[in-house]
Structures are given as C-alpha cells and as structure tokens.
C-alpha cells in the first residue's frame, strides 16, 4: 500500500490534487490526513494542498448551501431522517451568533452538511454563509493538513526507504 501511495503520488501529481478536489465532497477529513502525511514526505506541496482544500471546501459549503434553497421551494419537511421544524427551532436559537454555528459546524464531524442545507433553507443569505465559511474552509484544511504531517514526523508511516 505504501508503495502505491508513493509511486502514483510522484508520477500523477495532478491527479492526485484533483483526487483531494473532489475528495473534499466525500470524506474530506481523511483525505486531508492523509495529504498531510504525502506532504511530510515531499511528495506533493503543502501550499497546494491547503489551497486545494479550502476551495473545494468552500465549493462544498456553496453546494451544500443550494441544495437548502431547492428543499425550501419543495416544501419538503424531512431531509434524508432530520424533521426541519426541529432543526429550524434550533437554527433560529443560533441565528442569534449571526452565523458562527456555520463556522463551529465545519469542524463537527457531516453535522456541516445538515447545518448548510438547513441555512438556505431558513433563508440565511449568501454573504452570512461566506463571512463564516471561508474563514472556517481556510483553518480546517490548514489543521487537518497539518495534524498529517506531524503525525507522519512523529511515526513512520511511510518507510524512509521508498
């Protein structure tokens, strides 16, 4: 496995960026691990990487966000097993921090995606999702990045001898 990793990372780095673009929608928490431990071991940029990340991540957070608006002209009352009047009782207690359970949310764990859906839906506007979501794109892709490369400094995940 390790040497899968090393060899397609070096001879595809392209596609290994656009791996971690479009990863970002899935399960972008351990992609962002693992691009941290490839950048430990120079095989693709830090820079790259965080930027990569904190668009696709805002790119999520926009698409997430749409989605709400096209529930809220369905008048569905259930997204996938969450009933939107509890969660509206809830969003409207947060709306009072003017947006910040959008910031505290990315870091909790598929609860983003619920809480962007939910915000369109209860009308929040785009500029209140941006003030709260590029700031949080931008620090959750340099923290999980980072907790990758420290933790492939600190063990050897990946042998020397490749």
């Known amino acids: 496995m390790e040497s899968l990793l090393i060899n397609f990372s070096e001879t595809h780095r392209i596609i290994s960026y656009l791996i971690i673009f479009f990863s970002i929608f899935i399960e ?9 431990v490839l950048g430990h071991k120079e095989l693709l940029g830090i820079p790259q990487i965080i930027t990569i990340a904190s668009v696709a ?3 999520h957070d926009l698409v997430y966000w749409s989605i709400g608006r096209r529930l809220a002209g369905s008048n ?6 969450f009933n939107l009047k509890k969660i509206r009782r809830v969003l ?4 009072g921090n003017n947006g910040l359970y959008i910031f505290v949310s990315k870091f909790a764990w598929n609860l983003n995606r619920i809480i962007l859906i939910s915000s369109d839906y209860l009308k929040i506007p785009l500029r209140v999702l941006l003030r709260y979501s590029l700031p949080a794109s931008l620090i959750w ?7 990758g490369y420290f933790f492939a400094s600190e063990t050897d995940i990946l ?3 490749y």
């Open 159 to 161: 042998k020397q001898g």
């Open 57 to 59: 991540a805002i790119i």
């Open 28 to 36: 972008g928490e351990v992609i962002l691990l693992l691009a941290g």
């Open 141 to 147: 892709s340099i923290t999980l990045v980072s907790l």
């Open 92 to 95: 409207e207690k947060l709306r």
């Open 76 to 81: 569905k009352q259930k997204i996938w097993c």
